[in-house]
């Protein structure tokens, strides 16, 4: 009991609810900042109709400078390109099947013939 009367004379209550009434209502006034840079920050940052006014502004100035020979380039020569590419690789894959189909045949034949001895 003694202990715990020099730590209350230590302490001063009435002082450290004040303190912490104070730092009660500096975190709240922190937290609101906090929430309203974050709300500000997420608006600055919201690219998507940036980035669409940016291509229809871009669209525009290509038109106004190449004229009508900005219209005739071809949009997507690259999706021809990837599309060739992934036809070509099918045949390949037929062929290693097909080629992976007789030795597994061969091995079936070989498997059969030892069977066979070992049933004689």
Known sequence: ????KIVNGLMKAPELATTM???????TKAGVME?????????????????????EEVDKV??????????QLP????TQKVKQASTSKV???????????????????EIRARLAKVRS
Do not use: C, H, W, Y
């Not at 009991?1 to 715990?4: F, G, H, K, L, P």
């Open 21 to 27: 009434q104070e730092f009660s209502k500096e975190m």
């Open 62 to 71: 290509l038109a106004s400078v190449a004229g009508e020979t900005a219209s």
């Open 91 to 109: 045949p390949e894959e037929r062929e290693a099947v097909a080629e992976g189909g007789d030795d597994d045949e061969e091995d079936m034949e």
């Open 35 to 55: 929430e309203m840079m974050n709300d500000a920050v997420d608006s600055a940052l919201d690219s998507e109709d940036m980035e669409e006014e940016i291509e």
């Open 75 to 78: 949009d997507a020569a690259r």
């Open 1 to 4: 009991t003694e202990v715990m």
